[in-house]
């Protein structure tokens, strides 16, 4: 998406390599020299990059400015924070009561970054990256970079691309929509095209996360109950426990990239095969087959 953004205008280094895991990835020497001299540094945010963010906060620290996706669009909670949240109701006076004091922290907090708990898989919704985009073309301006037109041109494809996966996703009946991922990866596409996360291999925003014995069996469980007719593994899924779980509820394993391009590939490609992936799995001839 930066690549698109800034055009021939400007070199765009990406640290992490095709299929490397966020959540794991630990920079080299020569990493860090590059995000250190760089001009501006785009990263996710919510800590997704775990092994980057002592070098993006030197970077920062030296003046570098550090543009984070996250900052610039509505987020959605973690499953473990919206179960919480739901379970206290009744202290909504006492949190009413406690609304100036964290209204007065608030400037601190967004000046930190601070989301905890926030899902932080923002890209797997086009429109939340059209909001990215809006964002990231002024910071990209004020660094020197003469993006141009780039940045309307870019948000107005990436609505279209939000048609074509709507479209693509139309083989899948309302009552089928229903995701069982690999981690929690997918719930901003679930939201944006009215899909139903009914758990996951690893009960966790990071792969780093591993389940018990009791959750796997309450997950196959939830499997069976919901009629799940897939479930998608993906990078750092492990894959005997995927297998087991597909093959102890008997639904179908299905490889899903949620974060690799693909081979010369961009972006938009890399949607397009999720909803395509996930169309071909639970759409209407997988289900009569």
């Not at 739901?86 to 007065?104: L, M």
């Not at 990209?140 to 309307?152: C, I, K, P, R, W």
């Not at 018990?212 to 492990?238: C, K, N, S, Y």
Request: glycine share 10%; charged share 30%; aromatic share 4%.
């Amino acid at each position: 998406i930066v690549g698109q953004l800034v055009g021939d205008t400007g070199e765009v280094v990406v640290i992490m390599p095709g299929g490397a895991n966020p959540h794991t990835y630990e920079p080299s020497a020569r990493d860090a020299e590059r995000m250190l001299k760089a001009d501006v540094v785009v990263s996710n945010g919510l800590d997704l990059e775990e092994g980057l963010l002592s070098v993006l906060e030197a970077a920062e620290g030296e003046g570098v400015d550090w543009f984070l996706a996250a900052d610039h669009i509505a987020l959605r909670e973690g499953e473990d924070q919206v179960d919480e949240a739901h379970g206290h109701a009744a202290d909504h006076d006492e949190d009413e009561a406690d609304h100036d004091e964290d209204e007065a922290d608030h400037d601190e907090d967004e000046a930190d970054h601070d989301h905890d708990g926030a899902d932080p898989h923002v890209w797997t919704d086009p429109m939340l990256m059209r909001d990215v985009v809006l964002a990231l073309e002024p910071v990209l301006t004020e660094a020197g970079f003469d993006v141009g037109d780039n940045a309307q041109a870019l948000a107005s494809g990436l609505e279209t691309l939000d048609e074509e996966i709507a479209t693509i996703l139309e083989i899948v009946p309302e009552d089928e929509r229903k995701l069982v991922t690999g981690h929690r990866s997918l719930g901003y596409f679930a939201d944006r095209y009215g899909f139903e996360m009914i758990g996951t291999v690893i009960p966790s925003l990071s792969t780093s996360g591993e389940p018990t014995a009791r959750e796997l069996a309450a997950l196959i469980d939830d499997i069976a109950e919901h009629g799940v007719e897939a479930v998608f593994a993906e990078v750092g899924t492990p894959q005997s426990v995927a297998q087991a779980v597909a093959g102890d509820s008997g639904a179908e394993l299905v490889e899903l990239s949620t974060s690799q391009l693909p081979e010369d590939g961009t972006y938009q490609d890399l949607i397009a095969d999720i909803a395509t992936t996930i169309a071909g799995a639970l759409g209407e001839e997988a289900s009569s087959s």
